[in-house]
């Protein structure tokens, strides 16, 4: 999709940090390291954001709204202090943008203080909403999260004898909601990472490195390729661990990929080292795991990792796999900046047509700007982008997307490079149609707004404007996920394609 | 240069906008098409921004800290009425980042108010301001645009008789400094755009073009082909003029490029049309023209147009040039996101490497982070960026960056890329070491922090970490710049070389 | 006291508005009315505020730290729709300032939104925050108000049969609490007013007036002699009914004082009048009423009526009360501005002593003021205030003070006085010593820092630098509010005086 | 006048500090000092304020839009360092709100950096303006205080010989325009504080006390008395030396008053001490000293000094005069919060009528309240106050009131009060009625908005609801200003009635 301002929007990340014992503060300052991972998420969700820590069994917290980077100041951090602490970053949508629904949701329970973090979206939420209510809970925010908090806390009531045994907990919690939810959990002992049966939404686990050895890259390869024993406690000298929706900003705080947090699966993570609870098999053996393709096509940040693969890579996948499905006569490959890059380069190389830039970004242009006068409102989403025109003029361009959802901003552009010299402009679009609602995390436009319900490719082409347009097909699409998945592991695949199928994972009876 | 951070700052940026007679506000909003101006300008200057409008003799104005799309709100834009008007847009530096230095300057004078926004630095700035002090004129500010401005009223005073013969006064002003300046200047009548005599600072002509007919960029080209006549006024249905630093925004407010300032020109905007009142000859006629040729380099966006060339292709032909100067057996090309990707692109076309990517750039890392723990402070500045490990795994990759100033982001990138398992990494830098201050508009570093007057190519290789690093000849750059001048103009082209050489257009003698 | 920044902070403020059926928004806004009413409340509570409507079920809230008229902007009150809605007004303490703790309370019920707005604390809050933590409701406050709000929707499970039964729940949630508490509940049907068995905080309604119709407070007096029926509803056509903590804000949104809500009373007001549903007696028959007679000394504002009299009237009889007790040979009477004037007049009524004003206040010395430098600190708190020297020199001054808490504002201004020419400053003290802790609402320094339990009065003086110093006796202060109260209405009468006798209402034994 | 928000608005103040030779920054903190001096000065401008502080030559400056305890936070503070400086706070008029025009102005010169702050008004304003715009100066605000300091530093040139004296400078200025300015300029070396000739605004010296030792104000009534000596410069060990328009807080950053400036005076402040460089003589010797009357009347502090007497004093003896004038058969006298209460209080005092309280201020109205609905709009200014009923119920009200000047805030309180029972309200203006413009500093509304041009006042209490309604006499408040006039001292008395007689103090041929 070109552009953000139209079609999908993400659905949060979380993340969480802990220090090994005999780590000091200086070393791993685990405030830092969160809000660190959170900058690195803040592609999954630009609302707000929140970071709780845990001295001893006291928390501390501090939430706002925008991003990452201005929420947490210098004086925040700082009084964050603990060794383990949770955060999250949540997504912008229209309605309810307030300070009430940030996350990690703090609680009070008879145990001590509990904060939850979680990215997803319950399918039954409505059901299980009613539940927490009938058994006399008020709840102050519309969230699935805080039902997931209140479940946690209320099934069964934590008042009962061997009320504090979270992994329990959480193993009924997750009896009663199936999908879709990666969540970070923090009590006041420990930090549990859980991730939903059918995988689907990303979860990883990175381990703290010490940052004056040396290559980790090269090392961290071998890594994922042999780790794959259930229940493994790392056994040399941590400095401690980090759980986090991507693998994306490991780098960035000092952090190597240790290993995916499995389907079902929970994860406690204390400050002596990491332990597989538990794996909760989904209910419907038919369909084991979900994972979200379009965490491939467009959500994820291109230099994450799941299952064993780059997300880049799987995007360069794409770009090859269409230039097999949809050919076209031109003299140069390109695309709208940025995210459609690695499947344009995929195009190039697979076609030998060269890569070429058509259009620059203004990055300064602001989400909200003045209403433009009648005579401005043409030039709409085109004023973001400057075309260069030298490289384009009397020429054909191969202009690669990586989705059509609303397919409102692509007009404009096809204008812009049409006006400004291009001969012909062909649309190849790196993912299948868009069709149908996710209800596992995705906010997708209602059906009638999808363009996809509304016109085939070639109406579409001639609706933008555009020489011709191709989708790639949903097998192409599948195929070149498989390519560089990793199957050495003991690792089941499977990926949700509901959006563009009308396949779900789990039956919509609610 | 790889990171905004470092280096080079930028030299603001100057706008001005008027309606034509007989044109509506709906049709042309004046301050609309300005504060889209500065948002195209914004790479010139991020510190503050300004917009004066005039309206009928009395002018309108707001300024504020910050990126021009949250300085100007709709409730601004509407209280900024006027058939006419000047805009500005400032650089950051470290210590005087107040808002009395936002520019346009406004100043009552004897004539009516007048307004003034500079691009660029006086290099006989200490003995001017001396010379207004002694008139007896106190100034507000440390800059030498209010020096500008109260030379404008004061020499001769305006006061006398034919005072208000500003172009006279413009003039006057023209023998008193001769670098460097591009200005717009707005009194109650019209508007003056006005290019220093040895044209260092670049300022274009742009007309509003109807934008329900069609196809602009086609006739574009012809357009800039032929016009060159010096007095040339419009004839055909004008919507009105502008006149900006850079042609990169022309299509976000619906603009043509038309022509350039020519240097020492003083072009006269008014709602009839406009006019070349004068030229202006530099004092030294050895040294005729001296534009800027880092704008080429660095600091113009790659879709503006610069003596008939696009920016972007001289970076692109830099890029070739290196091919040739200094090849290097590798398996891939690449840069740092992203300002020397055309150079890049370049240096792939010439040599037949494949141009692949090699980090993403996390656009939500901010300015100003909290102060990392001790262990933190070892990633730098590479927490901005993402290796895409797949793409260079045990490869060797040419990496190109467009200047090298500090020399302190390349390193810690070359580490990263080597961690992450790159084989070789190769620096090639698409222009010559910067050695020298710059006293015409642009903020380097002292000479002491200048990278290139510490050690030469090798030494910083291996102080990089680099396995080679080459720079570009001068005379490569100047030939990459030759390549697409359009001379089929009478046009007289020369630049300013002085970072690189050492050779200032003029005697520094104050 | 005599400077709010020592001593005892208030206790919140609660407000409700309802609009009679067939009255138009226009006629009745409800938000506004609020607002107006949270403005009057304002001294009860600085730190934040909020209102909640409710537009036929939906409800709509706006919270925000600080001051109501900056909380309440146009916008808020114009998105702020329905017929009835609460409003809630919070005091400062040191550490929990956050957004979080703002009231209204809003929570998702299964019988709908509820919103709960408190001033108060209750005595068991511990014991009743371990209650419904055990039943695995995660509390995410540490607020008592929230702890209300759960055992209103928990107790019994409002998912019962009969769960709708909102005065049945709160009878309930009585029979666990009993002080203090005013409270003001909005289900989505109705609101009500309730307020605890001992009648501890106050709580009064107004009827809203139609403003063009003439005097309003000589009709006023009649009405509050005669009414006294339990259920009586209001036949005569009504534009609405407001509920608040006190009536001193009611002329400004133009109602009537109606009559208090009565210790234990449960009123429910609907668009259709109001009706009290019933009266809940105290536990213990022994201390049936236990209004804080503190409400007297210093927290109401003196406009406001409890119990058939005004505080002002309640006030200048302490200070005739206090002249009685404890004169002095003085040439003149005054105060520092200007809580205790009415004390000040009183004794000046009852000696004869002329009232005159000795020192200015500057309203414009902010709360948080920079840190002044070493000899600046030596002039404290008296830098608020301007002796009016002329008015006191070489004379003898009594200087009535409502009450002395931490007694560290004094000192200062005595010495100003002296300074300033006074010959003698005699401290005369409009209530009793401080001695006790209050676990009802007030925040009451801890007993180290009541300076009653460090020296007598004797003592005091002489730290001070008084020339004498006399505090009204317990009795005296308990005459004093007897002398106005209005008996002709079956009222029951009796207040806590726990702060200064240790004699608490109900016993603590949790 | 009852109430801010309609009528008259101040003035402005200025301030200045200085440290003596060898007294530490510790203590005696400039920008501490001028900080507090501001807030002190605060009544007199609410608009914005400013700081410059001089170390060594060097400026250090901040300003801002609002109160001075929310503009200088302890950062500033800590910033302005130095051994002198000047503040401004200035007030708020409708248009101009805005930064560009906070004062102090300051500019660099040939001699230096020099910073003014100015309180009045300019009569010649435009003249003088017209006389530096033709000298070729452009001016960057419309204010008049920018043109004194651009004729400071051009009239003569200073860049001509023996430029740098500064006092034939501002004597040369002072030869231009007679009335109306208190002055504070701080240049390299040294602070000039100066009069105007007529004396129209206040300025007084004041010495800063060491605080440890004892009794100052005493003293303070002997100096007064007795100083008048030219030059006299301290001889005793100082601390320093402030500068203020109003002596009112002295006492808060521990000063004492040392005199008064003399009407035409240039004072120079070095770190030495204090000198009385020059008295500059009216031009019109049949005007000689034309202080404004409104200071005594409404403007100041009512503890502040000014001709040897007390505000406050000269406020009471109105009410005395008032009473002897219109004496009328009444229960109670009072007025509304707080500014004439000092008048009240003398009324009382000469009638025997008792004073008494019959509204309460809520402090928490806030200025800019939302839009109210049709039916609160009728209550208007009368929702800022609380009616205490039980004082006045049946009861004949003097309320006295210090001045009329729109007349639409007392109409309301009329009405409140006789809805509350009130059974006569006889309106007594403690100052004659507001006639006429001032062109001196005052910013009064237009000839129709003063009400006492529109009618008399019979007439405007029949309009008001009032059963009388009688001003002072223009005589009566002479003889009020006369009677505690220190004319011990060589001072000259004689003061500016123009807005209520029509008599201006200079010629208004301009």
Tied chains: 1, 2, 3, 4.
Aim: glycine residues 10%; aromatic residues 6%.
């Amino acid at each position: 999709m070109a552009c953000d301002e139209t079609g999908l929007t993400h659905a949060c990340g979380v993340f969480a940090c802990i220090r090994a014992d005999g780590v000091s503060s200086e070393e791993v300052d685990v405030a830092s390291v969160i809000s660190l991972g959170l900058v690195s998420l803040q592609h999954r969700g630009q609302e707000s954001a929140g970071i709780v820590t845990n001295e001893s069994g006291r928390f501390h917290q501090h939430k706002g709204m925008g991003l990452a980077s201005q929420i947490f100041q210098e004086q925040h951090i700082k009084s964050l202090t603990g060794n383990m602490g949770i955060g999250h970053t949540r997504y912008s949508t229209a309605g309810s943008s307030e300070l009430v629904n940030c996350q990690p949701f703090v609680v009070d329970t008879i145990h001590g203080q509990m904060a939850v973090g979680h990215n997803g979206e319950l399918v039954n939420a409505k059901a299980l909403r009613k539940k927490v209510l009938l058994q006399g809970t008020g709840l102050s925010t519309g969230s699935d999260s805080e039902v997931i908090t209140q479940l946690l806390t209320a099934t069964p009531p934590c008042g009962e004898p061997d009320g504090a045994n979270w992994p329990g907990r959480i193993y009924e919690m997750m009896q009663l909601t199936q999908i879709s939810y990666s969540l970070v959990i923090m009590t006041k002992r420990c930090i549990y990472a859980v991730r939903d049966p059918h995988g689907n939404r990303p979860l990883c686990i990175g381990k703290l490195r010490n940052l004056t050895d040396s290559p980790q890259f090269s090392r961290l390869g071998r890594k994922i390729m042999h780790n794959g024993h259930d229940s493994d406690i790392s056994k040399d000298h941590d400095l401690g661990w980090v759980v986090s929706s991507e693998s994306c900003g490991f780098h960035s705080f000092g952090a190597s990929m240790y290993r995916e947090v499995k389907p079902g699966e929970i994860i406690e993570l204390t400050a002596k080292g990491i332990n597989s609870v538990r794996i909760v098999p989904p209910q419907n053996p038919e369909k084991p795991m979900s994972f979200c393709v379009f965490e491939y096509v467009y959500f994820a940040r291109p230099d994450s990792m799941f299952e064993g693969q780059m997300v880049y890579g799987v995007r360069q996948q794409c770009g090859k796999q269409l230039a097999i499905e949809a050919p076209v006569e031109a003299e140069l490959v390109s695309t709208v900046p940025e995210s459609a890059t690695p499947a344009a380069l995929g195009y190039s190389l697979r076609t030998g047509i060269p890569y070429v830039e058509v259009l620059t970004k203004n990055r300064y242009v602001g989400r909200t700007f003045i209403q433009p006068s009648n005579r401005l409102r043409k030039l709409g989403v085109a004023r973001k982008f400057g075309p260069i025109s030298m490289n384009f003029k009397g020429k054909r361009i191969v202009l690669i997307d990586d989705s059509i959802v609303r397919g409102n901003t692509m007009g404009p552009i096809i204008k812009l490079l049409k006006q400004a010299g291009a001969r012909e402009v062909h649309i190849r679009v790196a993912s299948p149609p868009v069709k149908y609602p996710c209800y596992m995390g995705i906010n997708i436009p209602t059906k009638e707004e999808l363009i996809a319900n509304r016109m085939n490719a070639d109406q579409l082409a001639k609706e933008l404007g555009a020489d011709s347009l191709v989708y790639l097909s949903l097998e192409g699409l599948l195929n070149a996920v498989q390519v560089g998945i990793d199957d050495s592991a003991d690792r089941k695949t499977g990926h949700c394609t509901a959006c563009l199928s009308g396949k779900y994972p789990v039956q919509l009876d609610w």
